[in-house]
């Protein structure tokens, strides 16, 4: 009879090890959760925001084309002067400088970039680590 109390209290002991084992991971879970979703919310921001510069810069390079179109027609009638080159240099720099931006924004707003890798993999950890609790608890019964 002692000795069904003592395994009873040895199992009673081992569940509840095992809760406060999974309460204390679970606390540990969402805090990296939290740190990985703020890690996460800064890289958008800074995708997005390089990826909008990279679009207004496309959006000032392709004014940029327009105006030294109308310059180098301008310029037919004009005696030899040069207002196309200067927009068409500043057609290529702008347009150089948004696809910089561009391929930059949308590296950092890639699917491999946004998802949260450690928090999956510890909780692939989490999972195997109770299934070993739970089994060692009931093999040692």
């Known amino acids: 009879m ?7 209290r040895s199992l009673a002991e081992l ?3 095992v809760a ?17 979703l703020t ?3 800064t890289n958008v921001a800074r995708g997005t925001a390089l990826v909008a510069l990279g679009a207004v810069l496309l959006l000032l390079g392709g004014l940029s084309l327009a105006a030294g179109f ?9 005696a030899r002067d040069m207002y196309w080159l200067a927009a068409l240099i500043t057609l290529v720099l ?4 948004a696809a ?6 949308t590296a ?28 060692s608890g009931a093999t040692s019964s």
Not at 20 to 30: P, Q
Not at 94 to 97: E, H, S, V
């Open 94 to 97: 702008t347009a150089a400088i």
């Open 39 to 41: 890690a996460l919310t």
């Open 15 to 17: 569940l509840r090890d």
């Open 108 to 135: 950092e707003l890639s699917p491999s970039h946004l998802a949260p890798d450690q928090t999956l993999e510890t909780l692939k950890e989490d999972k195997e680590w109770l299934k070993q609790q739970l089994t």
């Open 100 to 105: 910089l931006f561009l391929r930059k924004g």
């Open 70 to 78: 109308v310059l180098l027609v301008g310029d037919q009638w004009l």
């Open 20 to 36: 406060h084992g999974s309460a204390d991971l679970l606390r540990g879970e969402i805090r990296l959760a939290r740190l990985e």
């Open 2 to 8: 002692n000795g069904a109390l003592n395994q009873s």
